[in-house]
């Protein structure tokens, strides 16, 4: 039966600690572990290697100048896409867009550019247009709401 006067430690988990510096005989002595002679032999040896490494790291990052705007620029989809991806009399919104992955689940607005011819009568639905995409779309037909 386990108690607890009768729970050991798993073998190899308790470790003795390493005594540097306590003379020869005892393996560790001289240079304590620490290799040969030079700036890392010494005590504290290390922090100004630290700081020139933190030294080099900020160096060698670009500077970012500027600002980036909150406001996401919206994804565009060209005309001749809708061309080949949608059946006339189709609706084109964000949700068949991105069931057809001509753009990725986390965008939230598309732009639909002038790029391209359109023949397909399509109605589009909530998302932006140029002013040639929407001319080519009504003269196609189709309609934007």
């Known amino acids: 039966m386990l108690q607890v006067h009768t729970i050991k430690a798993a073998h190899g988990s308790k470790h003795r600690t390493k005594r540097v510096g306590r003379g020869n005989a005892s393996g560790h002595g001289?240079?304590?572990?620490?290799?040969?002679?030079g700036q890392t032999a010494r005590s504290g040896g290390t922090r100004?290697?630290?700081?020139?490494?933190?030294?080099n790291l900020m160096q060698s990052t670009p500077k970012l100048r500027g600002f980036k705007s909150i406001h996401k620029k919206p994804s565009?989809?060209?005309?001749?896409?809708?061309e080949s991806r949608f059946e006339s009399g189709d609706t084109v919104d964000l949700?068949?867009?991105?069931?057809?992955?001509?753009?990725?689940?986390?965008?939230?607005?598309?732009k639909i550019?002038?790029?391209g011819e359109l023949k397909k009568k399509l109605t589009i639905v909530g998302l932006l247009t140029t002013k040639g995409?929407?001319?080519?779309?009504?003269?196609?037909?189709?309609?934007?709401?």
Not at 76 to 82: P, Q, R, S
């Open 48 to 55: 100004g290697l630290r700081l020139k490494a933190f030294k």
């Open 76 to 82: 565009e989809i060209y005309l001749g896409d809708l």
């Open 95 to 110: 949700q068949a867009l991105q069931a057809k992955a001509l753009v990725s689940i986390n965008d939230k607005a598309v």
């Open 30 to 37: 001289t240079s304590a572990t620490r290799g040969g002679k």
């Open 133 to 145: 995409a929407a001319e080519k779309i009504k003269q196609a037909g189709g309609e934007v709401k």
């Open 113 to 115: 550019v002038s790029t």
